[in-house]
């Protein structure tokens, strides 16, 4: 048993929004048995933390990811998403197990030390002739003990078929379709508490086909596991795909079979009302990548217009070659920012943007065990300090201070009760070792 004791606050995001000063909670066997205040009800003398001074959240949920490009930050600096993938498929198209392993230590060590206990990656490049790249991230995520839900990714719509990616980088469907159906088989894990679970991705409708779309959702489906893709990141998509389906992008999605309880879409920035209104029928998830989407100049999710139509919203990094980092509390900041710009100061609080990176991560992905400080979920939890230069002055409020001050890395985080970053450093891998040239 772990006692996490005396918190500065500990911050439940139950539905109430409960927020306990000088809170404790009580670990035992990967779930939280006990949240209160003062001593809790065991015979036994727990292992203590020292939670004075810290505020402890659920541990943020980042909701999508391509940890390979985390190796490929700062290229094309001054290119919008579609000049951007090719001058980087050239680059992808090299990607080897070496590369998978390490482009992974560094993005998810990245993720944890910002307070990520839970991570999806959506990986679907697959050179000829590269194996392992898929087990390589998976080694990596359990060696660093973060929960991870990786996608099986796909493309197989190169150029000589009209789509964007050059043709070494795509797959042929039947050999998409085994392959996703093994790593299911191999590596998914429906129980609750559950570390690892797959999910299927095909890419987007500009390097998948709609044969490629509809099989996967019917694997998918069949095989019981979520559903992941990008859509509506920029106009040149819907450009793309109007000229080549002659629907939008959401449009397309629906009449593939590609919308539903089970699914989650990365980005959604071109949205209109009927669009969000429709996600909200469907009980479709949305991940919000704020800074990708900035650096890209691909625009501002409505993020506030999903949420208040009732969309399962979770945020994300998105990649590193499209982020340039992997902090996932800066992102929340990124969303209560970008709101705020968007609707007024009064779009977004502070809560609700950490709500959406710990509950809505949570919704879709599927969990309900996860995302939230309460008894019987599953013991993710982060720490942080809320004190020294950054936090001076900021003492009325230090849950908003996380975001509205400058985000600083965890101090303490525990993933299904176990230790993963401990004063500020990782547990079970070396900084030092990941930092080469």
């Known amino acids: ?82 000049d951007w993938l090719r001058e980087l498929y050239p680059v992808w198209a090299t990607i080897d197990e070496d590369w998978e392993r390490t482009a992974a230590e560094v993005g998810l060590a990245e993720l944890a030390l910002s307070g990520c206990s839970t991570t999806t990656d959506h990986h679907y490049v697959f050179p000829s002739g590269a194996g392992g790249l898929l087990e390589a991230e998976i080694e990596v995520a359990a060696q660093l003990g973060l929960r991870f839900h990786p996608c099986r990714g796909s493309m197989d719509l190169g150029q000589s078929k009209g789509g964007l990616p050059p043709d070494n980088v795509v797959e042929d469907v039947d050999a998409i379709l085994a392959a996703t159906d093994d790593a299911i088989g191999r590596f998914h894990d429906p129980a609750p508490g559950s570390m690892l679970r797959i ?139 970008t709101t705020r710009a968007r609707k007024g100061a009064s779009a977004m609080t502070a809560r609700e943007a950490l709500h959406v990176a710990t509950r809505g991560g949570a919704a879709c992905l599927g969990r309900d065990d996860i995302g939230s400080i309460e008894v019987g979920k599953r013991a993710d939890v982060a720490l942080f300090a809320v004190d020294g230069l950054a936090f001076r002055g900021a003492e009325t409020d230090p849950v908003a201070a996380l975001l509205f001050c ?32």
């Open 1 to 82: 048993m772990i006692l996490l004791d005396s918190c500065r606050v500990v911050v439940t995001m139950d539905d109430a929004g409960t927020e306990l000063e000088n809170g404790s909670l009580l670990i035992d066997g990967g779930v939280i048995s006990w949240v209160g205040t003062g001593r809790p009800p065991v015979r036994e003398q727990p292992e203590v933390v020292d939670g004075r001074g810290l505020v402890a959240l659920p541990g943020l949920i980042n909701t999508h990811h391509h940890l390979y490009q985390t190796l490929t930050r700062v290229r094309a600096q001054e290119g919008g998403l579609f």
């Open 199 to 337: 999910a299927v991705g095909p890419c987007s409708p500009f390097s998948v086909s709609p044969q490629l779309m509809r099989e996967s959702a019917a694997l998918a489906r069949r095989r019981g596991v979520r559903l992941h893709t990008h859509i509506a990141e920029t106009l040149d998509e819907e450009v793309f795909c109007r000229k080549t389906f002659d629907s939008r992008p959401l449009e397309l999605l629906e009449d593939l079979g590609f919308l539903g309880p089970d699914v989650w879409l990365a980005h959604c920035v071109h949205m209109g009302t009927s669009d969000i209104a429709r996600l909200a029928a469907t009980r479709t998830g949305v991940a919000w990548c704020p800074t990708s989407n900035m650096r890209l100049g691909s625009g501002f999710a409505p993020g506030r217009e999903m949420l208040d139509a009732g969309v399962d919203v979770g945020l994300a990094v998105d990649g590193s070659a499209s982020n340039d980092s992997g902090n996932l509390l800066a992102e929340a900041r990124q969303a209560l920012l």
């Open 406 to 437: 400058n985000t600083r890395p965890v101090q303490h985080l525990f993933v299904e009760g176990r230790p993963v970053v401990h004063d500020g450093h990782l547990v079970n891998l070396s900084e030092a070792s990941m930092i080469w040239a």
